[in-house]
């Protein structure tokens, strides 16, 4: 029996195969192959599983280096926007939403401050995005439907009994009595703009008595029953610029009565024609005389005590005052001297004023209120 172990290849003359690796020389790659396989491992390496892989001190100051370009960059852009665009557009809004919101506190003011259209608005400009949306809301529209919707209802709360209401203008600081008609014809005539500065009250009115030169007095041709305009003539030297306002200070006064001089119902009057007839050595002169004289004042006194006819009297001297100052007109000719003594009816915080004034108040009669005589002369003017 052969008891002999099998003979182990590797032992004594053999090697095993990790030692003839090392024996064996290994095929070298060329160093360009070389070259570019480690670029390729390292930079695969580098962002596939950075935190495991050793990058150069300068690939670390050339990845630094990049983002810091690219945060510079990045500030700059936002930067160069917000300057450049942004904030610019945003002063643009902001300056396009006050300009609106001014215009929209300008017509919804007084009563119409707190409406609810006024709210919405305001909101409405305050919540847009951009100045085309802001541009695009209409604030003269409702502000104008809403405004005489508001007048109409205070004109019918504010009538006398003499069916007149009183405006009232803020901006100017003049009342103006009118008829209710006149008054609804003014708001439906008018937008936001004028009905947003003008309160219709009822009018409290008192009669002032007022002593007036011819001048003061519409030229003596203002009748009872006459609506006037009250301006005052103050020159004053020692305002450095003249005063721009052309509005009367009050407006829509009735003239309730108006009384001249006694010494201009005195009449003493003559009229004489002559003629001188001669024949030869005859003459003989004709003179044709008519004579009158009577003071109207004491006639109205002699009617009263039954020296008169009382009727046919008044009749005779009704508007005797008027009736002169119209004639005189027409004649050219008159009592340039005379003064009036007139009632005005006037709004009651005006009548210190028309007081203190007397002087220099000058009474005008506005030609949509003329008198017959006055539409005349105007008419026949620009008649060709």
Not at 123 to 130: A, D, F, R, S, T
Not at 239 to 265: A, F, H, K, Q, W
Not at 332 to 355: C, R
């Amino acid at each position: 029996m052969n008891n002999k172990k099998p003979r182990d290849p590797y032992s004594k003359g053999f090697k095993q195969p990790e030692e003839l690796n090392n024996i064996l020389p290994k095929p070298k790659p060329k160093d360009d192959e070389l070259s570019l396989l480690k670029k390729f491992n390292h930079k695969l390496g580098v962002y596939l599983n950075p935190s495991d892989t050793n990058i150069s001190e300068n690939e670390k100051k050339r990845k630094i280096g990049v983002i810091i370009t690219i945060l510079i960059l990045f500030t700059l852009i936002i930067s160069a926007y917000y300057f450049l665009i942004y904030e610019p557009t945003q002063k643009e809004l902001s300056l396009e939403k006050t300009t609106k919101l001014n215009e929209l506190h300008e017509l919804y003011t007084g009563a119409l401050a707190i409406s609810p259209n006024e709210m919405n608005l305001e909101n409405k400009i305050k919540n847009g995005k951009n100045i085309e949306e802001i541009e695009m809301i209409d604030i003269l529209t409702p502000a104008t439907k809403d405004w005489k919707s508001y007048h109409q209802k205070a004109i019918h709360t504010n009538i006398d009994k003499y069916n007149r209401t009183m405006a009232v203008y803020s901006n100017e600081s003049k009342n103006v009595i009118m008829s209710q008609n006149d008054a609804i014809k003014i708001v439906n005539e008018n937008d936001a703009t004028i009905l947003s500065k003008i309160k219709f009250e009822k009018p409290n009115t008192v009669s002032v008595p007022i002593l007036v030169s011819r001048l003061q007095a519409g030229a003596g041709l203002v009748n009872v029953g006459s609506i006037v305009d009250i301006y005052t003539n103050l020159n004053n030297t020692y305002d450095e610029l003249p005063s721009n306002n052309t509005n009367p200070d009050i407006s829509g006064c009735t003239v309730l009565s108006i009384m001249r001089y006694e010494e201009n119902g005195e009449v003493d009057s003559e009229y004489s024609k002559s003629k001188m007839n001669v024949h030869g050595n005859i003459t003989n002169p004709q003179e044709n005389s008519k004579k009158f004289s009577s003071n109207v004042l004491e006639m109205i006194k002699g009617s009263m005590m039954n020296g008169y006819n009382e009727k046919e009297t008044f009749e005779l001297l009704k508007n005797y005052g008027i009736k002169l100052s119209n004639y005189e007109r027409q004649i050219n000719l008159g009592d340039l001297d005379a003064q009036y003594m007139l009632l005005i009816e006037t709004p009651q915080d005006k009548v210190n004023f028309m007081l203190n004034n007397m002087d220099n108040i000058v009474l005008t009669i506005p030609t949509t209120n003329a008198p017959d005589w006055m539409i005349n002369e105007i008419s026949s003017t620009y008649a060709n």
